[in-house]
């Protein structure tokens, strides 16, 4: 599976961003699916989930409420819908694919085996 991740770019606080991460190179059907994302001397860290069914959704508590992960069966493609952006927000942003876990560590990066490129998000205060 290859993951390409697009969408990030320069935008002020309160400004909305949609990230989209396009899965090749087989169906990611059954996957869990995830956004990660990495500020300037920090770990990375979890932002959102999402099972491939759509049947759950997970969402880091600095996200919840302004960040939204939906999946489209149709064209293997996940998004992050990011509104009400913030300073803090700013990251190199990765999408990833996981099978392993069934969503029981959908926010641990170790489980996943398949990662994008990231792509990054400054938001300007």
């Known amino acids: 599976v290859q993951l390409q991740a697009s969408g990030g770019g320069l935008v002020q606080a309160g400004d909305s961003l949609r990230l989209s991460c396009v899965a090749s190179?087989?169906?990611?059907?059954?996957?869990?699916l995830g956004w990660f994302r990495q500020a300037p001397g920090k770990e990375r860290e979890f932002v959102a989930a999402?099972?491939?069914?759509?049947?759950?959704?997970r969402y880091s508590p600095s996200v919840k409420d302004r960040f939204t992960v939906s999946r489209d069966n149709a064209e293997n493609t996940f998004y992050l819908q990011m509104d009400s952006l913030r300073p803090e927000d700013t990251a190199v942003y990765y999408c990833?694919?996981?099978?392993?876990?069934?969503?029981?560590?959908?926010?641990?990066?170790?489980?996943?085996?398949?990662w994008g490129q990231g792509t990054q998000v400054t938001v300007s205060s």
């Open positions: 990833a694919a996981e099978t392993r876990s069934g969503f029981s560590y959908y926010d641990r990066s170790q489980y996943y085996d398949y």
């Open positions: 190179g087989r169906t990611v059907s059954g996957y869990v």
């Open positions: 999402i099972m491939w069914s759509g049947s759950r959704t």
